[in-house]
């Protein structure tokens, strides 16, 4: 019976040298490939706060005299309009511009309330198990069944369309998946034995809370909001593509589509280059939002 060679010492510390060689490079890989999209949204994130350093123009000014001029037009004063001008005469890279301050402001706060609502509401459904923690979690069940988008379209048609509305109604019908997530890892939370030992010792419901069960929390749910961003800014120009969300003269992105459609034969400009911006900046968040699962996967860390 033939029996293969053990190998040597020095092959076997060469091997495992080539190994972690290889996954030093993938971990690299992994870093190189997101920052492409790391330095796109930091870019929309400084176009949109700082819309003076890269554009003089006022995205409300209306001048028809200059409507639908194809983009690189010179205006009579010298000012080059370099994304062409609307069917009012307007800069089209100004309101592109603003139009990503509004995109990233609502969905960012829009994070942040829902973040907020649904975390808590999960934390104390998981910790104490009560009655109350059936109905929150029972709301969330059918607030989940019904699509998003009518949920919000019904919501914003009663309340009326305006910014602030629009901020409420995606911060507070978007909380269910936070809740479930936050519940979830409550319970598991909860039966461990460094929380239970300090039960023990005496430590009140909210200090268990804040110092034990809190941290545990932020990591899934910083994960969930990463990804929610991408998706709030899809459903911020829809809404108002439809006309339910900002409303004009203010830019959105999601209007300029709206308005750009009637011209897609004439001024294709005008709906190509916002749905590019959300095209850019929905695909980096996502992509960034995949590396921070990634990263604070418990699984990922362990190996």
């Known amino acids: 019976m033939n029996i293969s060679p053990t190998p040597a010492p020095d092959q076997q510390a060469q091997a495992r040298s080539l190994t972690a060689k290889a996954k030093a490079r993938l971990r690299r890989l992994g870093t190189?490939?997101?920052?492409?999209?790391?330095?796109?949204?930091?870019?929309?994130?400084?176009?949109?706060?700082?819309?003076?350093?890269?554009?003089?123009?006022?995205?409300?000014?209306?001048?028809?005299?200059?409507?639908?001029?194809?983009?690189?037009?010179?205006?009579?004063?010298?000012?080059?309009?370099?994304?062409?001008?609307?069917?009012?005469?307007?800069?089209?890279?100004?309101?592109?511009?603003?139009?990503?301050?509004?995109?990233?402001?609502?969905?960012?706060?829009?994070?942040?309330?829902?973040?907020?609502?649904?975390?808590?509401?999960?934390?104390?459904?998981?910790?104490?198990?009560?009655?109350?923690?059936?109905?929150?979690?029972?709301?969330?069940?059918?607030?989940?069944?019904?699509?998003?988008?009518?949920?919000?379209?019904?919501?914003?048609?009663?309340?009326g369309p305006n910014l602030l509305n629009l901020i409420i109604v995606l911060g507070l019908t978007r909380w269910p998946r936070y809740a479930r997530v936050a519940q979830s890892t409550t319970l598991s939370t909860v039966n461990k034995d460094f929380v239970k030992a300090t039960a023990a010792l005496g430590a009140r419901p909210g200090r268990l809370l804040r110092k034990h069960i809190l941290p545990e929390l932020i990591p899934p749910l910083v994960v969930v909001a990463t990804l929610e961003i991408g998706l709030m800014i899809l459903f911020e120009a829809s809404l108002s593509f439809i006309g339910l969300g900002v409303q004009p003269p203010n830019p959105s992105w999601g209007n300029m589509l709206s308005a750009g459609r009637q011209y897609v034969s004439t001024a294709w400009w005008l709906a190509t280059f916002p749905g590019l911006a959300i095209f850019l900046i929905v695909l980096s968040i996502n992509m960034i939002g995949d590396a921070v699962r990634d990263r604070l996967d418990p699984k990922n860390q362990r190996r």
Not at 43 to 68: C, M, N, Q, W, Y
């Open 32 to 159: 190189f490939s997101v920052l492409p999209f790391t330095l796109i949204l930091l870019l929309f994130v400084v176009v949109a706060f700082l819309p003076g350093l890269f554009t003089k123009h006022d995205p409300t000014l209306i001048e028809l005299s200059l409507r639908l001029q194809a983009p690189g037009f010179v205006g009579p004063d010298g000012s080059t309009y370099l994304l062409g001008t609307d069917e009012l005469g307007r800069d089209v890279f100004s309101r592109l511009i603003h139009g990503a301050r509004v995109s990233l402001v609502v969905s960012v706060t829009a994070v942040f309330i829902s973040g907020v609502v649904g975390g808590l509401l999960g934390m104390l459904s998981g910790y104490y198990r009560n009655w109350v923690s059936a109905l929150i979690m029972r709301v969330a069940d059918i607030l989940m069944s019904i699509p998003f988008l009518l949920l919000a379209i019904l919501t914003v048609a009663v309340l």
